[in-house]
């Protein structure tokens, strides 16, 4: 959590789970009260401040099937650095950097040591490549999760099996 709370980062939490890391981001929050946010709690008004105010998104879940939080934090620009499980891996496209691809950010294993790199490299892209950035959250809150979307590619399917 250090690494993570340095003087270029806020880290804003909002919501409930395991009372160890609610107690752990109430220390932090403490510790440093100028760059840590700790609201163990959840408001669907707040989560939108958030969203709206925040650079980037955090949520390395463990095991996600679907989730809603990086499609809402796609929607407004806030780019989603994702642990990659589930529906996170499927809806959030990782940054390349040799073709200027990608929604977000993505890491494959569940430790700290892959995470902090990740966030390590989106610091990187906000700091120092603002344009690549920028693009990434014009392609971000383009991307059409919306079911008319889903019903035309249904339909280009049934087009194509039907003949």
Request: hydrophobic share 35%; charged share 25%; with cysteine.
């Amino acid at each position: 959590m250090d690494q993570i709370c340095d003087e270029n980062t806020q880290l804003v939490v909002l919501g409930t789970g395991d009372p160890k890391y609610e107690n752990m981001f109430r220390h932090y929050a403490w510790k440093y009260p100028d760059r840590v946010s700790a609201n163990i709690y959840y408001s669907e008004d707040m989560s939108h401040k958030i969203y709206a105010a925040a650079d980037a998104f955090l949520m390395p879940s463990l095991f996600e099937p679907c989730g809603l939080s990086q499609l809402m934090s796609l929607r407004y620009g806030t780019l989603p650095i994702v642990r990659e499980t589930g529906g996170l891996c499927d809806t959030v496209e990782s940054y390349n950097e040799f073709e200027s691809k990608g929604t977000g950010f993505s890491f494959a294993n569940y430790n700290a040591h892959e995470m902090m790199d990740r966030i390590n490299f989106a610091r990187h892209i906000y700091y120092d490549k603002k344009r690549e950035w920028n693009k990434m959250i014009d392609r971000a809150m383009a991307v059409d999760f919306s079911w008319k979307q889903s019903a035309l590619e249904y339909q280009a399917l049934y087009d194509w099996l039907i003949g």
